[in-house]
Antibody
Framework: QVQLQQWGAGLLKPSETLSLTCAVY????????WNWIRQPPGKGLEWIGQ???????NYNPSLKSRVTISVDTSRNQFSLKLNSVTAADTAVYYC??????WGQGTLVTVSP | DIQMTQSPSAMSASVGDRVTITCRAS??????LAWFQQKPGKVPKRLIY???SLQSGVPSRFSGSASGTEFTLTISSLQPEDFATYYC?????????FGQGTKLEIK
């Protein structure tokens, strides 16, 4: 059974960089795209971007200037960085693949 | 961007009711459409993939269908555990986009 476990800082100040990592268990990164999704409190889901095992990325244009998704195949992990955060970036962030397998979610709060 | 217009945004229904939720895509997305159920504080759960294929382990009262750019999720007989928020997702074209969600409440 594929398992995704994610972690990262949950409280940031404005202008800091959000950094999250998602580890994949019982599955190889090869052959699939690995996605990041976010959900502001009480709101809907937003696709942030994705990466495959070779490092090919696709980003949401609404966030592209601030987002970097990277992959570490040796550790079977992929990561999200979002710089210059504001209160509008406060959300639960999820990693997911195939849309059937999801990390547990990380609440990231941006507050002065 | 492809807009996914989901309707209704909220609805109330009773146990045993038949419920239909619709997503209309602003352009063609083939069958690259999934449906999710999300309960408060929980991770989204995929119910339907490829517009009409039932995810393993999901009760057969859930079904998906498509007609052109209109996609439908049907729950044939609502059960108490089905009260949740439902989202569609198109993953045909970048950026991938979700519908706004349908909150299904108990009448």
């Amino acid at each position: 059974q594929v398992q995704l476990q994610q972690w990262g800082a949950g409280l940031l100040k404005p202008s800091e960089t959000l950094s999250l990592t998602c580890a994949v268990y019982n599955w190889s990164l090869s052959g699939y795209y690995w996605n990041w999704i976010r959900q502001p409190p009480g709101k809907g889901l937003e696709w942030i971007g994705q990466i495959n095992h070779s490092g090919t990325t696709n980003y949401n244009p609404s966030l592209k200037s601030r987002v970097t998704i990277s992959v570490d195949t040796s550790r079977n992990q992929f990561s999200l960085k979002l710089n210059s955060v504001t209160a509008a970036d406060t959300a639960v962030y999820y990693c997911t693949t195939g849309w059937a397998y999801w990390g547990q979610g990380t609440l990231v709060t941006v507050s002065p | 961007d492809i807009q996914m217009t989901q309707s209704p945004s909220a609805m109330s229904a009773s146990v045993g009711d038949r419920v239909t939720i619709t997503c209309r895509a602003s352009q063609g997305i083939s069958n690259h459409l999934a449906w999710f159920q999300q309960k408060p504080g929980k991770v989204p759960k995929r119910l339907i993939y490829a517009s009409s294929s039932l995810q393993s382990g999901v009760p057969s009262r859930f079904s998906g269908s498509a007609s052109g750019t209109e996609f439908t999720l049907t729950i044939s007989s609502l059960q108490p555990e089905d009260f949740a928020t439902y989202y569609c997702l198109q993953h045909n074209s970048y950026p991938y986009t979700f519908g706004q969600g349908t909150k299904l409440e108990i009448k």
